[in-house]
Structures are given as C-alpha cells and as structure tokens.
T-cell receptor
Framework: EDQVTQSPEALRLQEGESSSLNCSYT??????LFWYRQDPGKGPEFLFT???AGEEKEKERLKATLTKKESFLHITAPKPEDSATYLC??????????????FGKGTKLSVIP | DAGVIQSPRHEVTEMGQEVTLRCKPI?????LFWYRQTMMRGLELLIY????????DSGMPEDRFSAKMPNASFSTLKIQPSEPRDSAVYFC????????????FGPGTRLLVL
C-alpha cells in the first residue's frame, strides 16, 4: 500500500525566514511525486511534478527536490502570502490507465509579517 | 478555461436524506476523480473515471455512495441515505492530455449532515 507522511504538521515562520517541508513516501513504483498548495476553503492547486531522484523544480520562492525516499519543498525568504497548507502526493505505476494519487495530510504553513 | 466546476458549494442536510453533488470537468479532459477530505483522514480518492467509464471505485466507503458520469462534461456523486459521518469536503478533479498525471481540482462541496 502506498504511503505518504508529511512533516511537520504545522510550521510558523517569520517573513524572510527560510525553511523546508518534508514528504516521505513508500510506493511500489513511483510514476510521479506531486506538490499542491491548498488555501482555506479552496481546492488544491497544482505546484510541481517530480519524476525521478535528483530532479528539482522551482517556482518563485519555492523549490522542490526528490530522492528515492523523500521530497523536500524549500521555501526561500517566505512572504505572508505563502501561508497555506502544502500537500504532497504520489502516483504509482499500478496498471495501465491508473493515475490515482495518494496524498499526505499536509503541512500547514503560517508566515508571520 | 473556467476550470473544474462543482455545485453546490455548500450543502446542509439531515441524516437519511439523499445528497447529490455535481461536477463539470475541464473541457477536453478524459479523467475525472472524486475525493473526500476530512481533518482525520486527509484527502482520499473515492472513485475515478476514464472516458466516462468507472475505472476504480475501491475508495467508495459503502453502498450508500454511488457515482455516475453520463457524458464527458458531467458527473454526479450521490449519497443515499446520508449519515453524519459523511460530513466532509468533496472535491472533483480532472486531467488529460500529455500531462494526464496532473490533476486539476475544483473548489469543493462542503457537506454537513445533521
């Protein structure tokens, strides 16, 4: 069974204080690892897809990295508008046409001005 | 594109009543997913369709839940009869094209069963 564990559950940062969120996973065969951002009362918003160990993706103040067992979402000099819950999900090779995602419970990030 | 559209956005009902949630996927997308999100269990896949055909419904909690996709632009998730433990936020997502593995989510329906 695919499993995704995110840590910490919650993180409070001062504006400008860089940090990282962790996503540990176990999956039979990784097709992709996904990062989503979710604001209160809204649906998850796609951020990144990582496909293989060593891959990195960047978007503004966010950078996602991937190893064979975990992924990190690095936040550089965060701003209050980066406050949200960040969700990690894995997609496994489990048969033709199967694209289901298994999600972690998320890290709630609060950036204080 | 308008994105994935869900209705209603909020639903309050009494235990035992039938609830129908609706979803319109992004035009041209051929995969549609229904998820449920709770504080305790996070985001869980209930069922997904490919080209209007249900592929995997192993996440549907019990027979009280059913989902249909009569055409490429419309899907429903029905709960009959509803129970208080069904209270959650229900999301619909769709994907297609060269990036079919990337899912785009709707705004969700917040369901409260009293």
């Amino acid at each position: 069974e695919d499993q995704v564990t995110q840590s910490p559950e919650a993180l409070r940062l001062q504006e400008g204080e860089s940090s990282s969120l962790n996503c540990s996973y176990t999956v039979s065969g990784l097709r992709g690892l996904f990062w989503y951002r979710q604001d209160p009362g809204k649906g998850p918003e796609f951020l990144f897809t990582l496909y293989s160990a060593g891959e990195e993706k960047e978007k503004e103040r966010l950078k996602a990295t991937l190893t064979k067992k975990e992924s990190f979402l690095h936040i550089t000099a965060p701003k209050p508008e980066d406050s949200a819950t960040y969700l990690c999900a894995v997609q496994a090779y489990s048969g033709a046409g199967s694209y289901q995602l298994t999600f972690g419970k998320g890290t709630k990030l609060s950036v204080i001005p | 594109d308008a994105g994935v559209i869900q209705s209603p956005r909020h639903e309050v009902t009494e235990m035992g009543q039938e609830v129908t949630l609706r979803c319109k996927p992004i035009s041209g997308h051929d995969y549609l997913f229904w998820y449920r999100q709770t504080m305790m269990r996070g985001l869980e896949l209930l069922i997904y369709f490919n080209n209007n055909v249900p592929i995997d419904d192993s996440g549907m909690p019990e027979d009280r839940f059913s989902a249909k996709m009569p055409n490429a632009s419309f899907s429903t998730l029905k709960i009959q009869p509803s129970e208080p433990r069904d209270s959650a936020v229900y999301f619909c997502a769709s994907s297609s094209g060269a990036r079919k593995e990337t899912q785009y989510f709707g705004p969700g329906t917040r369901l409260l069963v009293l």
